[in-house]
């Protein structure tokens, strides 16, 4: 064979092995982001810590954040406020006044967002709202249906988790409190697959950058976004497998309500919503990960919510043997609650909300 035909079909083979590689390379990264047969990736170092705060008590749950400030409202004291900058560093105790006291209040929660504050206690149900200029409030809201989640989507309008009368399933709905006339349902949402409580239990999340209404399941692998006015945009799907809720009731004695008959399956354990990106703590391994990583640390999942793709993953420290039990995204850094102190966690470059999943190949 001539030198000549030898070099000319060298090339050939070069060229054919990157043309396969770089194929084979495309076919991965769609499988990974949009047909995941749950294989987690974990870029390197995507989280890191920059700051620590000692809150003393376990008590403490998220309430908001804004202009950078954090907002932590306190199960044992439901009228109390925790606010810390971004450093954890500067802290401020605020105490709510409430200008109604004749509630039957339980355990009442906040919600902070932008210069507003909102007491709710869906049980009895009663919303309040409030400045945080000078953290006062005035019932709007003292009747309707019960409900169970609440999030505030601008300073009138909240999306709601309300339970049906009689039947007690959960239905997503809106009000607006500048009119509360203006009351929106929408059965179809939550999907039912057995009893339409405890299967369609999850949490509520607003992106103020979409303009978006995302509820996230508890256990099930699915997310519902839609606009303001719930009108369904897309339903998303986490990459583990659990399409169906793991969950067993039992009723209990004289009585029609139900509890647990065992512990249920949680799929997804805490989630935070932060621009177009959806931030998921997983709780169940995908495939070849190890379980000493599983002892170690919790798995945060990260989601595009303009095209539903899966990002990337990167754990979460114990500490001791504490797991993160919430967590918080805002300004590209993740806030943590484990045990009794807050952690602060400088995401990636990766994960800015300026670099996006290509939508293209979604199109094609």
Not at 63 to 80: C, M, S
Not at 235 to 242: C, E, K, L, Q
């Amino acid at each position: 064979m001539k030198l000549r035909s030898k070099i000319i079909i060298l090339v050939i083979c070069t060229v054919f092995g990157l043309g396969s590689m770089i194929l084979f390379f495309s076919l991965s990264e769609h499988m990974i982001h949009y047909q995941n047969k749950f294989i987690r990736r974990f870029p390197q170092h995507v989280a890191q810590e920059i700051h620590q705060r000692d809150l003393i008590y376990n008590s403490y749950y998220f309430a908001g954040a804004d202009n950078g400030k954090i907002y932590l409202g306190n199960a044992t004291a439901p009228l109390q406020i925790m606010e810390l900058d971004s450093t954890l560093k500067v802290k401020k105790i605020h105490h709510i006044e409430l200008k109604q006291k004749y509630l039957p209040f339980q355990v009442p929660q906040i919600r902070v967002q932008n210069k507003n504050f909102y007491v709710f206690e869906g049980i009895v149900p009663y919303i309040y709202k409030g400045s945080i200029v000078n953290w006062k409030a005035s019932l709007r809201i003292n009747s309707g249906y019960y409900f169970s989640q609440l999030e505030p989507m601008d300073s009138v309008n909240l999306a709601i988790r309300y339970m049906k009368p009689k039947r007690g399933e959960s239905l997503m709905g809106t009000i607006n409190l500048a009119d509360t006339t203006k009351v929106k349902y929408a059965a179809s949402l939550l999907e039912k697959q057995f009893d339409g409580i405890f299967d369609t239990d999850g949490s509520f999340h607003f992106s103020q950058k979409l303009n978006r209404i995302v509820y996230v399941y508890l256990y099930r692998n699915q997310y519902i976004v839609t606009d303001p006015n719930l009108n369904l945009i897309y339903r998303g799907n986490t990459i583990d497998t659990v399409s169906i809720a793991h969950v067993k009731l039992a009723s209990l004695k004289n009585s029609t309500m139900k509890t647990f008959a065992e512990p249920p399956l949680i799929v997804n354990k805490t989630n935070s919503v932060d621009g177009n990106l959806l931030y998921v703590n997983s709780a169940l391994p995908g495939l070849y990960e190890s379980e000493d990583i599983w002892k170690r640390a919790s798995i945060v999942d990260v989601y595009d919510l303009t095209d539903g793709t899966y990002r990337s993953s990167f754990p979460i420290y114990n500490i001791g043997e504490k797991k993160l039990r919430s967590m918080l995204v805002s300004s590209n850094c993740l806030y943590a609650l484990i045990g009794e102190k807050i952690i602060c966690y400088k995401l990636r470059e990766h994960l800015k909300q300026n670099n996006p999943v290509d939508n293209k190949e979604k199109s094609k």
